[in-house]
T-cell receptor, first 109, second 114 residues
Framework: AQRVTQPEKLLSVFKGAPVELKCNYS??????LFWYVQYSRQRLQLLLR??SRESIKGFTADLNKGETSFHLKKPFAQEEDSAMYYC???????????FGKGTRLHILP | DAGITQSPRYKITETGRQVTLMCHQT?????MFWYRQDLGHGLRLIYY???????DKGEVPDGYVVSRSKTENFPLTLESATRSQTSVYFC?????????????FGEGSRLTVL
């Protein structure tokens, strides 16, 4: 069955430290992966998608098909990175997009 | 230019009542989605639609009904609300060529079922 797994519910990191939010997926077709972020009192918004291969707000993510992973990384955490992060899988074979359970990132001063 | 709007933003209802959450978009995106957001469960797909008059079940469709008679509207109806349907509901559209773009989310509708 198709599935997105984010193993950490909460991740606390000190400001300036590296951040890695884990995401693993299960899908037999060709996956399209995204990271969405929800800041306090704001709408969910796209942070990254694997096909664009760009860095947004210092975050990067690489699709590893061998490990079926799409981990989100940032070398130096900033306080404004505190938010809820969701990994999402687009299953283009049947147009569904499903999300993981999310990881709350808390940046400590 | 609102893009995607949901109404009502907040709703309190009683068990057994019918509730309809509205979702309206101004972009003419083909794809629209309904998700519910719950602590410990993240975002779960309820229903989605590839175009007007085409709808499909998502991960948790039981207890919900959708329709899409016009491209711009995608209402979600709880025919007989239950306490387990207390949640925040998000509508989203997907643009791009053949619906391959990013998702755009509404602000959410917070529903409480007493």
């Amino acid at each position: 069955a198709q599935r997105v797994t984010q193993p950490e519910k909460l991740l606390s990191v000190f400001k300036g430290a590296p951040v890695e939010l884990k995401c693993n997926y299960s899908y037999s077709g060709s996956p399209e992966l995204f990271w969405y972020v929800q800041y306090s009192r704001q709408r969910l918004q796209l942070l990254l998608r694997h096909i664009s291969r760009e860095s947004i707000k210092g975050f990067t993510a690489d699709l590893n098909k061998g490990e079926t992973s799409f981990h989100l990384k940032k070398p130096f955490a900033q306080e404004e990175d505190s938010a809820m992060y969701y990994c999402a899988l687009a299953m283009n074979r049947d147009d569904k997009i499903i999300f993981g359970k999310g990881t709350r990132l808390h940046i400590l001063p | 230019d609102a893009g995607i709007t949901q109404s009502p933003r907040y709703k309190i209802t009683e068990t057994g009542r019918q509730v309809t959450l509205m979702c309206h978009q101004t972009w003419s995106h083909s794809y629209m989605f309904w998700y519910r957001q719950d602590l410990g469960h993240g975002l779960r797909l309820i229903y989605y639609s590839a175009a007007a008059d085409i709808t499909d079940k998502g991960e948790v469709p039981d207890g919900y009904v959708v329709s899409r008679s016009k491209t711009e509207n995608f209402p979600l109806t709880l025919e007989s609300a239950t306490r387990s349907q207390t949640s925040v509901y998000f509508c989203a559209t997907r643009g791009g060529v053949s619906g391959t773009g990013e998702l755009f989310f509404g602000e959410g509708s917070r529903l409480t079922v007493l």
